[in-house]
């Protein structure tokens, strides 16, 4: 079996953030990058059908060359070679088509329910539109069982059990596999494992940035005494309106 | 300006926030067309005239009861087309958003999701989306003749326009091939206030102890007819289901009230509740960093705290 990961390359969730240049760029200074928490998840999936089935672990991300450390923690993990499309990661359109250009011929495609800097949770609907394959999304459990996929998915509310054949796109969630850390061995040998540069297709973009934006401040917290929490109940009333 | 707003059905009754897609439809200008698929009860569907669409188009077909994402892209995409429609809008949702990315790619459509306010107009059409788990937004210029736009809760406010829709059967001929998924089965809690659709909502985290602490919190919650919520630690011991986790990883709320119990704020809690109009902060540690992010906060043992909240809660009704 052929798995292809998709991980983004995001500020880590501790992050600060903060623009640049008239709120047109995202302030990177002092920002520690990571791989997309629920890609992780994805990823760390991956690797465990690789265990138990001998699969192989290609992961893809577009981007630019400062992510190539984030795709060497993931070959570190235990992916066997990578894929960097060189291109700016404008938006999820764009990302779904140059991922579509590699994704054909992989058996199972996975990525994370959603990347944590756009938050689009689309790229791998798109993705599977693109290729004429099933997508299923936000995935918290997945077995294969010979040519087909057996899901756990969550909804509002609750979960549903779904079912699809291979070739299929699955956005990864918790509990689905537990976070990986690569190891000694797997930082040594990450170093030597392939890792692809290739050119995007190009493709127009129709969804342009045009400058960010920081929620307003909030206002100072108004305390109030434990002795006295009938007054929380009069306050939201009557002051905050939300009662 | 012709748009489409597909209302997302749920054991037959129309969920909130597709009416506020239709809200936010009706705030666009322009002719505004409701489209639901599957089952719905017939006085709903009328009542959705009442938020500014001018017809409602249902589609009956049993096969569409089943939530198939291609099946609903293939549908809703053929509706644009049949209704002439420049706009596709939605609620973000398990359901609507990857429908929503599918049909922008059938159409050729611009895509932008967890819109959170109307579009700009005045030059080209620009929406505001969260981004960085509402830590920020981007105002993000939508280029094509079409356009797909999935809203997150509250993007519009939910108003009765005073108007009368008509309800119209739309025929639907579907693609065996699109029934690419299947349904096997559905856990669904019913009767419980939808923690995504919620006003209020009552979250717990490490500091209530043990799921067996949970009643006084479920007691405070039904009081004020809330959701109820939880820190990652708490789902991750399984004290409470995965779908009640809220965070960077978990369900992203944006009620009127968010009542945080016993949680610590960390910031990747911090990312699924800053869209709430108002945060109270319940936690026996005045250092706790949740209070920087609270509007109204009580240092105290949430043992003590929870019912004599919740007596109060009922004492003022
Ligand atoms: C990549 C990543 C993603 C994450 N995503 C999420 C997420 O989506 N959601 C999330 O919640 N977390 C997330 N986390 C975890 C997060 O960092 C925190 O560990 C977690 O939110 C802490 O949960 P907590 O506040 O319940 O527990 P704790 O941090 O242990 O806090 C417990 C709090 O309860 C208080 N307390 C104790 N006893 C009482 C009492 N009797 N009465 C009142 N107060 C009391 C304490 O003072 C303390 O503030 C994520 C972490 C990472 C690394
Ligand atoms: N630049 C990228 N390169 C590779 N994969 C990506 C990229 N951006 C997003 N993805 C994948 O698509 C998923 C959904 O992203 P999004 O639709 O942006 O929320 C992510 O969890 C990743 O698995």
Redo the contacts with the bound molecule.
């Keep these: 079996m052929k798995i292809l990961v998709c991980i983004s390359h995001v500020p880590d ?1 501790t992050s600060k953030i903060a623009f640049v240049d008239s709120n047109t760029k995202f302030d990177t200074s002092g920002v520690q990058f990571i791989i997309g ?1 629920y890609d992780d998840y994805a990823l760390a999936r991956a690797i465990e059908l690789k265990e138990t089935s001998g699969a192989t672990v290609t992961v893809l991300n577009v981007g630019l060359i400062d992510t190539e450390p984030t795709i060497r923690k993931a070959l570190a993990i235990g992916a066997d070679d990578a894929i960097r499309v060189n291109a700016e990661p404008t938006d999820s359109l764009f990302v779904a088509a140059q991922i579509a250009e590699h994704a054909k011929g992989y058996d199972l495609i996975l990525m994370g329910r959603e990347s944590i800097d756009f938050n689009s949770g689309v790229v791998h609907a798109m993705v599977g539109e693109m290729l004429g394959i099933p997508s299923v999304s936000p995935v918290m459990k997945l077995d294969i069982e010979g040519t087909k996929a057996k899901m756990s998915k969550e909804i509002e509310g609750g979960k549903e059990q779904v079912e699809a054949n291979l070739p299929l796109v699955a956005g990864c969630q918790e509990p689905i596999a537990e976070w990986k850390i690569p190891n000694m061995r797997g930082i040594m040998s990450a170093r030597t494992k392939p890792l692809k540069v290739v050119e995007p297709k190009s493709t127009e973009s129709s969804v342009v940035t045009q400058k960010f934006e920081l929620p307003a401040p909030k206002g100072a917290v108004k305390m109030i005494s434990a002795d006295n929490v009938g007054e929380l109940v009069t306050r939201l009333k009557t002051e905050a309106k939300v009662l | 300006m012709n748009i489409l707003v597909f209302v997302e059905t749920s054991e037959g009754k129309i969920r909130k926030t597709s009416l506020e897609a239709v809200a936010y439809a009706h705030g666009m200008g322009g002719t505004v067309t409701a489209i639901a698929l599957g089952a719905a009860d017939a006085n709903e569907l009328q009542a959705i005239g009442k938020y500014g669409a001018s017809k409602i188009l249902h589609a009956a077909d049993t096969k569409l009861n089943e939530h198939v994402i291609q099946v609903y892209s293939s549908v809703l995409a053929k509706a644009m087309q049949d209704e002439n429609a420049d706009v596709l809008v939605l609620a973000n949702s398990s359901l609507g958003t990857p429908v929503a990315a599918k049909v922008a790619i059938k159409t050729g459509a611009s895509f932008a999701s967890n819109v959170s306010e109307l579009p700009n107009t005045s030059g080209g059409f620009v929406v505001k989306r969260s981004i960085y788990t509402g830590k920020a937004f981007a105002h993000v210029e939508l280029k094509s003749p079409k356009k797909v736009i999935a809203i997150r809760k509250n993007a519009a406010e939910l108003k009765e326009t005073g108007s009368v829709g008509s309800v119209t059967n739309y025929v639907v001929t579907l693609n065996d091939a699109d029934f690419n998924t299947k349904t096997i089965s559905t856990e669904k809690a019913t009767g419980e206030i939808l923690l995504p659709e919620a006003e209020i909502v009552v979250s717990g ?3 209530m ?1 043990g799921p067996e602490h949970w009643g006084i919190l479920l007691d405070l919650a039904k009081a004020l007819h809330a959701a109820t919520g939880c ?4 789902s991750d011991m399984g004290w409470r289901p995965h779908h009640e ?6 369900v992203k709320v944006a009620p009127q009230l968010y009542i945080a ?6 910031i ?2 911090l990312a ?1 509740v800053n869209s709430s109009k108002c945060i109270v902060v ?4 005045a250092d ?1 960093p949740f209070f920087k992010a609270a509007d109204y906060g009580i240092v105290g ?3 003590d705290i929870l019912p004599k909240l919740t007596a109060a809660v009922l004492a003022a009704k």
């Design positions: 969730t928490p | 985290g490490r500091g102890k820190s990652k630690p708490v986790h809220v965070g960077q990883t978990g119990i016993g949680i610590s704020g960390a990747q809690h699924g319940i936690n026996k540690d706790a043992d949430a043992f």
